[in-house]
T-cell receptor, first 117, second 116 residues
């Protein structure tokens, strides 16, 4: 089946630094990728929709200058948490919607646990 | 308003028995998809089953079946012959094809505990 690779799986950083998370579709092209955030014991909250070659669409309440999303190719989307603060600590998970092939379900990365000290 | 509602924060089931996890949804889009995902403690999201709004028959995937009642807007997941490895969080999700831009939104989840 389709594979989505997400790196890093875990990152610890100091407050004020920026962290980049990569999401790659390994064996399919994804014109659309989605970024979710999940707090402990809670559901996945959609942050933004990333479309290849265009600006990301952010959900209400998500700061686009804080969470920079770049979807430079059909297989790669990145999320950069800029000037991270402890309240940004969370589990971030990406997902990809295959182009033309079985677009019924999302394929998820394995997630990134971000801890900001 | 909640688009996906899972009213059971936690459920217990005896090993080898069946369990039903509830999910109701709200949409005015005639074209939509309903999904169930499993999330073990490792955090990965594992796709279980899909039901399209125009599908006439209930979806089945091995031990998983989806009880789709369109008029009631419910999409309950039935797990038959529960196994210890089924203990995890289960999320119901919906994608609205026309109004939602193919975004998939998730319910609050149900934590399933399978007892030996």
């Amino acid at each position: 089946g389709a594979v989505v690779s997400q790196h890093p799986s875990r990152v610890i950083c100091k407050s004020g630094t920026s962290v980049k998370i990569e999401c790659r579709s390994l064996d399919f092209q994804a014109t659309t990728m989605f970024w979710y955030r999940q707090f402990p014991k809670q559901s996945l909250m959609l942050m933004a929709t990333s479309n290849e070659g265009s600006k990301a669409t952010y959900e209400q309440g998500v700061e686009k200058d804080k969470f920079l999303i770049n979807h430079a190719s059909l297989t790669l989307s990145t999320l950069t948490v800029t000037s991270a603060h402890p309240e940004d600590s969370s589990f971030y998970i990406c997902s990809a919607l295959p182009y033309r092939v079985n677009n019924e379900k999302l394929f998820f990365g394995s997630g990134t646990q971000l801890s900001v000290l | 308003a909640q688009k996906i509602t899972q009213t059971q924060p936690g459920m217990f089931v005896q090993e080898k028995e069946a369990v039903t996890l509830d999910c109701t949804y709200d949409t005015s889009d005639p074209s939509y998809g309903l999904f169930w995902y499993k999330q073990p403690s490792s955090g990965e999201m594992i796709f279980l089953i899909y039901q399209g709004s125009y599908d006439q028959q209930n979806a089945t995937e091995g031990r998983y079946s989806l009880n789709f009642q369109k008029a009631r807007k419910s999409a309950n997941l039935v797990i038959s012959a529960s196994q210890l490895g089924d203990s995890a969080m289960y999320f119901c999700a919906m994608r609205e094809d026309n109004t939602g831009g193919f975004k998939t939104i998730f319910g609050a989840g149900t934590r399933l505990f399978v007892k030996a």
